[in-house]
T-cell receptor, first 113, second 108 residues
Framework: ETGVTQSPTHLIKTRGQQVTLRCSSQ?????VSWYQQALGQGPQFIFQ???????GRGNFPPRFSGLQFPNYSSELNVNALELDDSALYLC????????????FGEGSRLTVL | GESVGLHLPTLSVQEGDNSIINCAYS??????FIWYKQESGKGPQFIID?????DKRQGQRVTVLLNKTVKHLSLQIAATQPGDSAVYFC???????FGQGTELSVKP
C-alpha cells in the first residue's frame, strides 16, 4: 500500500467526451505527478503539480489539464477524448518535486470507444 | 524522443540466480536515475536511485551500477525470487522519463 488512491479504477467513455480522474496523495506529500501508460509501454509523463502549481509538462496536448488542491489531492481532466487516449492513467505523489522516489497509485483504466 | 532504454524486453532466470537488467541513456548531462518495479495490475514501485556523483549504490538484495563513460546503468538482483517477477523500468530525472521496461520471469 502506497497511500495513494485513484478513482475511478475503470471507466469507459466515447470519442469526444470528457473525463476527470482523481487522486489523493500520501499524507505529507506536496507533489503529484500524472502518467499515461499504454499497454506494454513504460509510463509517459503528463505533468507534475507542486503546491498547487504546474511544475513541468510532458509532450501532451492542452486538452490534458490538471489541478492540485490545497490538500494536495489532484485531478486530471481530458477533453475531446480520442481512441488513442485509452490507457492506464497513473498518479504518483512525492515528498518534494526533486526526488525520484514516487509513490504510485494503482491507476485508472480508461477505455475510449 | 526516449532518452532511456532497456537492452532486453524479457529476461528469464532460475530462482536463486542473480539477475542483471541493463539500461542505456543518451543524455550525458543526465545526473539522476531511478529503478522501478511494476507487478501486474499495480502501479510502479520504487526500488533504488543513484546520482551521477556515485558509481554504485546498494540496497536490500539490489545493486545499481552507473557507468557515465558509456552512459549505461544496471540493476543487479541477488538470489532472485519468484516475487521478483515483474516489469523493471529505468527512469531518468525527478519527473521520471521511463524507458520501455524489461519483463523478468523467475523459474522455480
Amino acid at each position: 500500500e502506497t497511500g495513494v488512491t485513484q478513482s475511478p479504477t475503470h471507466l469507459i467513455k466515447t470519442r469526444g467526451q470528457q473525463v476527470t480522474l482523481r487522486c489523493s496523495s500520501q499524507s505529507g506529500h506536496n507533489t503529484v505527478s500524472w502518467y499515461q501508460q499504454a499497454l506494454g509501454q513504460g509510463p509517459q509523463f503528463i505533468f507534475q503539480y507542486y503546491r498547487e502549481e504546474e511544475n513541468g509538462r510532458g509532450n501532451f496536448p492542452p486538452r490534458f489539464s490538471g489541478l492540485q488542491f490545497p490538500n494536495y489531492s489532484s485531478e486530471l481532466n481530458v477533453n475531446a477524448l480520442e481512441l488513442d487516449d485509452s490507457a492506464l492513467y497513473l498518479c504518483a505523489s512525492s515528498r518534494d518535486r526533486h526526488t525520484g522516489e514516487l509513490f504510485f497509485g494503482e491507476g485508472s483504466r480508461l477505455t475510449v470507444l | 524522443g526516449e532518452s532511456v532504454g532497456l537492452h532486453l524486453p524479457t529476461l528469464s532466470v532460475q530462482e536463486g540466480d542473480n539477475s542483471i537488467i541493463n539500461c542505456a541513456y543518451s543524455n550525458s548531462a543526465s545526473d539522476y536515475f531511478i529503478w522501478y518495479k511494476q507487478e501486474s495490475g499495480k502501479g510502479p514501485q520504487f526500488i533504488i536511485d543513484i546520482r551521477s556523483n556515485m558509481d554504485k549504490r546498494q540496497g536490500q538484495r539490489v545493486t545499481v551500477l552507473l557507468n557515465k563513460t558509456v552512459k549505461h546503468l544496471s540493476l543487479q538482483i541477488a538470489a532472485t525470487q519468484p516475487g521478483d517477477s515483474a516489469v523493471y523500468f529505468c527512469a531518468e530525472g525527478g519527473k521520471l522519463i521511463f524507458g520501455q521496461g524489461t519483463e523478468l520471469s523467475v523459474k522455480p
